[in-house]
């Protein structure tokens, strides 16, 4: 038998098909060629971030899931940045800025000499080119080929160009380093939103160049910040490089920026624990041992400043009397709870809003101590001595504020059946999650969260007690809350501020419908080696001042 | 034999067909829109609607289904919903890290498993067939993300001999611009043996994890093809007229051992390019397997589409050629 | 030699009836032998406790005994196994026998869809049936017994068209029986056999898939235990290598319960199936 025959055909017949497969597709590696050849890397000058995950886009303005944040902040500056390790402002693009007596009026002066990777000049021109393609949906060098909108312009300001509820009324170019925005209605919390990480301000003539493919891996990202884009290889890292030209002088202090894409916590730590990687978020509380087990590892908590909540859905007949909400939130042990799951990577307390906002809080609320006897005596009172059956929604993904869902689900269930609520624990896939919640009547009871946009009180109020915003929890509605909600949108002056929310915060506390759990702090850690990472509450911050000693 | 081919290559198309209809309605009866993944917990139902329509996704189904067809034929995959890259492209840098993973595997599984058998076969009933044989019944029960996770345990954290994922350290990635993707090819290439032996360790493990189920079963099929040779007149006759040991078994027996074996390499083969997904995750591997698993959960139907329609063409395709050589290698088999 | 003289004869085929019906006992008595409620089992000052002597396994994420979860676990897995395979075997069955049997358009349309679900990536299947129909263990039953249908399909199929060529078939047909009769009284005993040893070997390798969707968190909701699901609990959370008791135990009951049903399996081929 002659088997020599079929062995080469089949061996020919494979390699062409791998390369013909090899080279379909049409890569557009564009940016190479333009980006300045620097000299092969020194191991001291690259620096190594574990990522929980590939970014979306690097396209600002389109994107909002944190791992394209924290790449596009290497990237882009904007208007106004944060001080390092804070919600305070502090100027990037723009050097000051001040509003009209009447609060709608926005004008900001512009960083002059500071140009964009590509050579390109920074000016008012480039801010306006970049916020009316986010505003205006008709805008010629709008978002890619699908014809998508920039939702989160949406979210931060009303809706969008030609639109009533738009926030924005114009944005004018004053001379080359001026620029205004013109509101209809009066928003404090201006800066704060346009500083926000999703609008970095990108190169105009990059996103006409690179036209509906800006952003994604084979195309540019084109920005002013402190590294340039350089290499995207999907599924696995992407390479940037030192900004010789940072108008921020000294900055960035390494050449080259390597982001590794590594979905699982329990990878990520092996990697630091390697070596492979110098630092990394995202960690489980329950992996801080083994940081700290580890000479080489620095554990560090990140500043808390997000909210894990229970919510409970006055639709469903049980939960509409705020009693039997009160009683779930005196029978669950939430101390013991934060402990066993957080240790000190959370704190448990009374307020919808982190501890950092204290001064937008009510001192005069009674916490909800455990207390499953009270919780009985509400629970009789409101009708149900012998408990009645509830629903309760887990997430089946970790996120920031509820690391690990289905545990701290079990623990509910755990508490909340020891007052006779008989709990029936139930997930969807994460798509279905979201979207099934919000479907009339809605999940009877969930646990969901939030890390907000800017450091700012309405950024954690709006989204979740404001009209519209609350179909997830059957439509619940306080006049009062609304009202508030939008004195507060539209008042300047922060101590009346804090007032006002202090209100809102009372309200809630006796409502009950999202149960504060924790503000957790999400643990990060870095090699010994690596010094000047400060992490900002909001989630995302530039590497710019990291070194590698 | 070339009829054979081509009516063999037109009976594919049928089943490619049956395989977009199968995709195209299990993406559709998923609950869930790409626009809630997207926003996460910031998404609003107006903004889910408007991006439906956007996408199309509110057409009639049938619709959906021909126009998704038609770009198909032109070789067009689309783009990703989410990240805007083009599927092609994604298939392309993503294809050659899943193939070299998949050859790896198959490479230790035969380089290991084909001696096995033969040992096992050689002296039957021994306590090195027994061993042998156990040792493969416990490779095909094995859970590989468990393996995985011993493996990355035992040699990368504690022993710390191996890297615990990826394709390449990123000291040596940042010099290295891979040509083809296959890594190991441009490293060879190239003759960078720095390179090579970087891109060679972060395969050992993954490789090894991915291949001990094919091994076990290389093995196994081994085993009984030789002994069922063994058995067969001509040996008999060759070992009455004094003819070596190791020649019988090499040139006679192994020879014709070969055609269930290589079968049943081809077969574990195929399988292995598509059931990449746990150990690929496992291992952060910038396979296809992974990339397609992401694309379900973010419900990006391009990817799934694309991925799952490029997996099984392969998979029909590598099944098409054992067939065919099948057909060469056996003049019993008649291909009409 | 009779076929249970042969079995008794394979070694692998002793350890693994030996083995399987351990299994299945201790399963099936574990609410007899250690009552326990997952729901109410837990206290969380305990958590992560590495194997100690009240804790022969330590305890997990929650505080739970992992020896108790692990025995609860594999219960399910049993379960989920049996019946996914079940489900296969029947659906399979059916259809190979129709397709066999009755020949023509039937027999190419099961035979087109047979290569479609071959050539579809099992696991993604798999997947994309879970997420269709929700994470729970009904899902994840449908979906590896539909994954697992074309290997019925095809095996009853090849066994029909030998058997209908056979003479007392043809025989049984030129005496007008009608065709049901034939296919229950005369085809279906005899392609038992292979479809037994078939179907034992399919259940190690349900287990395995359903402790694979189990890992990508597609499985049991709690509190039932499942052994996949552990192993993902723990690799999810990140104390998968601090405290590796954790995996540890779960990853050697899914092998341990697979490995029964596969040395079975090989047993009875050996004395059903000599040929093979």
Same mark, same amino acid.
């Given at each position: ?145 699908? /014809? ?137 509380? *329950? ?217 809102? *915060? ?44 | ?133 156990? /040792? ?129 390499? /081809? ?19 910038? /396979? ?49 | ?276």
């Amino acid at each position: 038998m002659n088997h020599k025959r079929w062995r080469f055909p089949l061996l020919a017949a494979v390699c062409a098909f791998a390369i013909i497969l090899s080279n379909c597709g049409n890569p557009t590696n564009n940016n190479q060629s333009e980006n300045p050849t620097t000299p092969a890397a020194t191991q001291q000058g690259v620096l190594v971030y574990g990522s929980g995950g590939q970014p979306v886009n690097l396209e600002p303005g389109n994107i909002t899931d944190g791992n394209s944040i924290i790449v596009q902040q290497q990237i882009y500056n904007r208007l106004i940045e944060f001080k390092p390790g804070t919600t305070e402002f502090q100027p990037s693009l723009a050097t000051s800025w001040s509003v009209s007596a009447d609060g709608k009026v926005w004008t900001f002066k512009l960083r002059p000499g500071v140009k964009f990777h590509d050579g390109s000049d920074f000016n008012a021109e480039a801010v306006k080119f970049n916020v009316e393609r986010w505003w205006n949906p008709q805008h010629p060098n709008g978002y890619r080929n699908a /014809g998508k909108s920039y939702e989160i312009w949406q979210q931060l300001f009303g809706g969008f160009k030609g639109k009533s509820e738009s926030l924005l009324q114009d944005v004018v170019v004053v001379d080359n380093s001026t620029i205004q925005f013109k509101l209809k209605q009066p928003f404090a919390a201006f800066p704060a939103a346009i500083g926000s990480g999703y609008f970095g301000i990108a190169s105009p003539a990059a996103i006409k160049k690179a036209a509906a493919s800006y952003g994604t891996p084979g195309s540019l990202a084109v920005g002013t910040g402190p590294f340039i884009f350089k290499e995207w290889r999907t599924g696995d890292r992407i390479l940037l490089e030192k900004n010789p030209n940072y108008w921020k002088k000294g900055d960035p202090k390494i050449n080259q920026l390597v982001i590794r894409f590594i979905t699982d916590p329990a990878a990520r730590l092996a990697q630091l624990r390697a070596g492979q990687i110098d630092f990394t978020v995202d960690l489980a509380p *329950d992996q801080r041992k083994e940081v700290e087990s580890d000479a080489n590892l620095v554990a560090i908590p990140r500043p808390s400043f997000n909210v894990g909540y229970l919510a409970l859905n006055p639709s469903y007949k049980p939960l509409g009397d705020a009693k039997v909400r009160q009683a779930i939130a005196l029978a669950i042990n939430n101390d013991q709870i934060v402990q066993a799951f957080w240790g000190n990577l959370g704190k448990h307390d009374s307020h919808f809003t982190p501890p950092s906002l204290n001064w937008a809080q009510s001192s005069k609320i009674t916490e909800y101590k455990y207390n499953p006897q009270k919780a009985k005596q509400l629970l009789a009172q409101a009708g149900y001595p012998t408990g009645f059956d509830l629903e309760l929604w887990y997430m089946p993904v970790s996120r920031p504020y509820f690391p690990t869902p289905k545990p701290i689900a079990e623990a509910f269930a755990a508490d909340l059946s020891a007052i006779g609520i008989r709990v029936k624990l139930n997930t969807k896939d994460w798509a279905a999650y979201l979207s099934d919640r919000r479907k009339p009547p809605g999940f009877q009871a969930f646990m969901l969260g939030w890390t907000p946009d800017y450091g700012d009180p309405d950024s954690f109020y709006y989204p979740h007690f404001s009209p519209g915003a609350t179909d997830d929890i059957g439509n619940w509605k306080n006049d009062k809350v609304t009202q508030l909600l939008d004195r507060g949108r539209a008042t300047g002056d922060k101590a009346a501020r804090g007032k006002i929310y202090a209100e809102v *915060d009372e309200i809630l506390h006796n409502e009950a419908v999202r149960l504060p759990i924790v503000h957790s702090q999400p643990l990060l850690a870095k090699r010994k080696n690596i010094e000047g990472w400060i992490p900002s509450p909001l989630g995302s911050e530039s590497f710019e001042q990291i070194e590698k000693k | 034999m070339c009829k054979y081919i081509a009516k063999r290559l037109l009976s594919l198309l049928p089943v490619l067909l049956g395989i977009t209809l199968l995709v195209f309605l299990l993406l559709h009866l998923i609950p869930g829109d790409p626009a809630v993944v997207l926003s996460g917990e910031r998404a609003t139902p107006e903004q889910v609607e408007a991006l439906r329509q956007q996408l199309g996704l509110d057409r009639p189904l049938p619709l959906q289904y021909l126009a998704f067809l038609e770009k198909l034929i032109r070789f067009d995959f689309g783009t990703s919903i989410i990240s805007g890259i083009p599927i092609a492209d994604e298939i392309k840098n993503r294809w050659p890290a899943t193939f070299e993973l998949s050859v790896a595997a198959m490479l230790i599984a035969i380089a290991l498993g084909i001696p096995s058998g033969i040992f096992a076969a050689v002296r039957k009933n021994s306590w090195l067939d027994n061993l042998l044989m156990s /040792g493969s019944l416990i490779g095909v029960s094995l859970p590989v993300y468990w393996l995985g996770l011993l493996l990355i345990y035992l040699f990368a954290v504690n022993l710390q001999l191996l890297p615990p994922s990826g394709r390449i350290s990123v000291e040596t990635g940042f010099n290295f611009k891979p040509m083809t993707n296959f890594y190991v090819l441009d490293a060879l290439f190239r003759f960078d043996i720095a390179t090579l032996k970087d891109v060679l360790s972060h395969l050992i493990l993954p490789a090894l994890t991915l291949g001990t189920i094919p091994l076990a079963i290389i093995a196994r099929i081994t085993r009984s093809a030789m002994l069922e040779v063994l058995l067969q007149d001509y040996i008999r006759t060759a070992r009455a007229k004094g003819v070596p040991g190791y020649l019988i078994i090499f040139q006679h027996a192994l020879k014709n051992a070969l055609l269930p074996i290589s079968t049943t390499i /081809g077969l574990q083969f195929g399988n292995l390019l598509g059931g990449a997904i746990l150990t690929e995750t496992i291992f952060s591997w910038p /396979g296809i397997g992974s990339w397609i698993y992401e694309g379900i959960l973010a419900r990006d139907y391009p990817v799934v589409q694309g991925g799952v329609v490029f997996v099984s063409v392969n998979f029909v395709l590598i099944n098409l050629l054992v067939d065919i050589s099948y057909a060469l290698f056996d003049p019993r088999i008649q291909y009409k | 030699m009779n076929p249970l003289k042969r079995f008794l004869q394979s070694t692998s085929g002793k350890i693994g009836l030996i083995l399987t019906i351990s299994i299945l006992l201790i399963s099936l008595l574990a609410p007899i032998l250690h009552p326990y409620d997952p729901a109410t089992d837990r206290n969380y000052l305990l958590r992560l406790k590495p194997p100690n002597s009240e804790h022969w396994f330590g305890t997990d994420g929650l505080g739970r005994d992992i020896l108790v979860l692990v025995w609860y676990g594999m219960r399910t897995s049993l379960t989920v196994g049996l019946i996914s395979v079940g489900l296969g075997l029947m659906v399979g069955l059916i259809l190979g026998l129709i397709a066999g049997y009755f020949r023509g358009y039937l027999e190419t349309v099961i035979g087109w869809l047979t290569d479609i679900l071959l050539a579809f990536p099992s696991i993604l299947l798999a997947i994309a049936i879970v997420t269709v129909s929700g994470p729970n263990l009904q899902s994840v039953m449908i979906a590896v017994g539909v994954v697992q249908i074309p290997i019925y399909i095809r095996l009853t199929r090849s066994m029909v068209l030998s058997l209908r060529e056979q003479e007392f078939v043809i025989a049984t047909k030129a005496l007008g029986a009608d065709p049901t009769r034939i296919i229950f009284n005369h085809i279906l005993p005899s392609t038992l056999s292979p479809l037994v040893v078939q179907a034992t070997l399919s259940i190690g390798t349900a287990t395995l898939e359903a402790a694979g969707l189990g890992f990508l968190g597609l499985g049991a909701q709690p509190p039932t235990p499942e052994l996949g699901t552990m192993l993902s609990d723990a690799f999810k959370s990140g104390y998968s290598l601090s405290s590796p008791w954790t995996t540890i135990f779960p990853g050697l009951f899914i092998t341990l319960s697979v490995l029964a049903f596969n040395l079975l399996g090989d047993g009875l081929r050996d004395s059903l199936d000599p040929r093979s």
